[in-house]
């Protein structure tokens, strides 16, 4: 499986989780239907600045759309993350790293 392939398998994944057609997504992204259509069945490459336009559609990390990707290349199907389960996943870093930073700002604080 190629790349493309994989990442349209995964744009295709995301839009019918959020119960999005098509046809709205490639207006709100601003492409033809036909462009859109072409990265699920991928036969296009997506830049990156089009990843972010399409997280921001479907109000998502664009670390879900890449990942979602490599599920796609690496694993089975029966192995693959929901959207949600990549939504809580992110929740569950981002307070840690937040964890992280509070504890080290906390001791440089102590020590000046």
């Avoid at 493309?4 to 744009?11: D, E, I, R, W």
């Avoid at 997504?25 to 830049?47: D, R």
């Avoid at 029966?78 to 959207?83: G, N, P, Q, R, Y």
């Amino acid at each position: 499986m190629t790349i493309k392939k994989s990442f349209g398998l995964a744009l295709k994944e995301v839009r019918r989780a959020k119960r999005m057609t098509q046809a709205e997504c490639s207006a709100l992204a601003e492409i033809t239907q036909a462009q859109w259509s072409s990265y699920e069945l991928g036969k296009s490459h997506v830049t990156l600045d089009n990843v972010i336009k399409m997280s921001k559609i479907f109000n998502v990390d664009p670390f879900i759309l890449i990942m979602k990707s490599f599920d796609h290349l690496r694993f089975p199907q029966e192995f693959h993350l929901s959207v949600q389960d990549y939504e809580e996943f992110l929740v569950e870093i981002y307070n840690r790293r937040k964890e992280k930073i509070k504890a080290k700002l906390e001791l440089l604080e102590r020590e000046h």
